[in-house]
């Protein structure tokens, strides 16, 4: 059974950090990303990372946010530095599986940034 766990949402003031995290388990996994969803937007990728450690970041949090991914390949990191009001979303952690084609997700934690 495969399950996508995020962590560490929360409040923040403007120009504050937080980081998250996402453990997953149940396959053998490739690319990782986060992904977010603010009100009435639509979701929208934040940045991915692929199993030799190549990153994609969206134009938005470039120079901000820092992806990573642990040496097990089983938990990915987003460090978030700067942040904006507009940072505010919801957060989801998104897993793609190598076994199966499948994309698992997790089921999102919400950061909220303070002006």
């Known amino acids: 059974q495969v399950q996508v766990a995020e962590s560490g949402g929360g409040l923040v003031q403007a120009g504050g950090s937080l980081r998250l995290s996402c453990i997953v388990s149940g396959s053998i996994f490739g690319t990782m990303g986060w992904y977010r969803q603010a009100p009435g937007k639509q979701r929208e990728l934040v940045a991915v990372?692929?199993?030799?450690?190549?990153?994609v970041y969206a134009d938005a949090v470039k120079e901000r946010f820092t992806i990573s991914r642990d040496a097990t390949n089983n938990a990915i990191y987003l460090q978030m530095n700067s942040l904006k009001a507009e940072d505010t979303a919801v957060y989801y952690c998104?897993?793609?599986?190598?076994?199966?084609?499948?994309?698992?997700w997790g089921q999102g934690t919400q950061v909220t940034v303070s002006s």
């Open positions: 990372i692929t199993r030799d450690r190549g990153t």
């Open positions: 998104a897993a793609i599986s190598v076994v199966v084609p499948e994309t698992y």
